[in-house]
């Protein structure tokens, strides 16, 4: 199997077992929002610098 097909599998447990907790208050709902995005920034952010070469 291959790095990508394991990390799709990752995600579609993530979602399912988001999806089992639903619905969700709007409080929750906000924070799980916030580290997504917190988790975007992060990896985008190492993704151009391994790109780039460069290391902050």
């Not at 969700?24 to 975007?40: G, N, P, S």
Request: glycine share 4%; net charge positive; proline share 2%.
């Amino acid at each position: 199997m291959s790095e990508t097909q394991k990390l799709l599998q990752r995600g579609d447990a993530a979602k399912a077992q988001l999806d089992s907790l639903r619905p969700l208050d709007r409080e929750r709902e906000d924070r799980v929002m916030q580290k997504f995005r917190f988790w975007w920034t992060y990896h985008s952010n190492a993704i151009v610098e391994r790109l780039d070469g460069r290391r902050t």
